[in-house]
């Protein structure tokens, strides 16, 4: 199988995916975040699958965006769970809604140049894709919107319902209607049906 995992972070904190891959997969592990990256190239490690790692964001065009996180000198000042919040600076506002909350000074940001969903499947000659995973804090609905499904074949498909406009989920369910959408806590997960 071959699995997209945009958003990746460190591979291991805050999912399972690792839990999921077999030695016959190929996964590739998509985070622009350099010092996440840095973990996550140690993490993939102990994978028996075919591991393909990109150090970049994705999003519906090529853009220049800027990506908050947590500084360092401050994490010791917030749970735990604020080391798995990265966002895209949208307004001079992280996406984020807890980053959006904190002091500007308690945030570092990375500047970079995003690249299409498409961009990324030429890059790799991928024309089918059994599992994508989407994590993008804010930035989900608009990458996921960007995906066609059909194009790559796409088996499954997993994002955040955080961050999606209220009329989102029908609206994607109703494009495409060969996927059935399955709510589980604060993720969804459409899975090709017919």
């Keep these: 199988m071959i699995y997209i995992i945009i958003g990746a972070m460190d591979g291991v904190s805050f999912d399972n995916i690792f ?29 028996s699958c075919k591991v393909l790692l990109e150090n970049l964001p994705i999003s519906d065009k090529t853009e220049d965006v800027n990506i908050a996180y947590i500084n360092e000198d401050y994490k010791s000042k917030y749970d735990y769970f604020y080391e798995g919040c990265s ?43 059994d599992y994508v995973q989407v994590d993008c804090e804010g930035y989900d609905q608009l990458i996921v919107d960007s995906i066609d499904l059909e194009k790559y074949n796409i088996k499954k498909l997993k994002f955040e ?8 989920i029908e609206y994607f369910s109703n494009k495409w209607k060969s996927y059935k959408p399955t709510i589980i806590e604060a993720d969804i997960i459409y899975e090709y049906t017919i």
């Design 87 to 129: 966002s895209v600076v949208k307004f001079d506002v992280p996406l984020n809604r807890y980053l959006a909350k904190l002091e500007k000074t308690h945030l570092s940001t990375h500047a970079c140049t995003t690249i299409t969903f498409d961009e990324l499947c030429s890059k790799y000659g991928f024309d089918k894709i």
């Design 161 to 168: 319902t955080h961050y999606l406009t209220k009329d989102f």
């Design 19 to 47: 839990e999921k891959l077999t030695e016959n997969d190929t996964a590739l592990f998509v985070e622009p975040l350099p010092h996440q990256f840095k973990r996550l190239s140690e993490n993939v490690k102990k994978l």
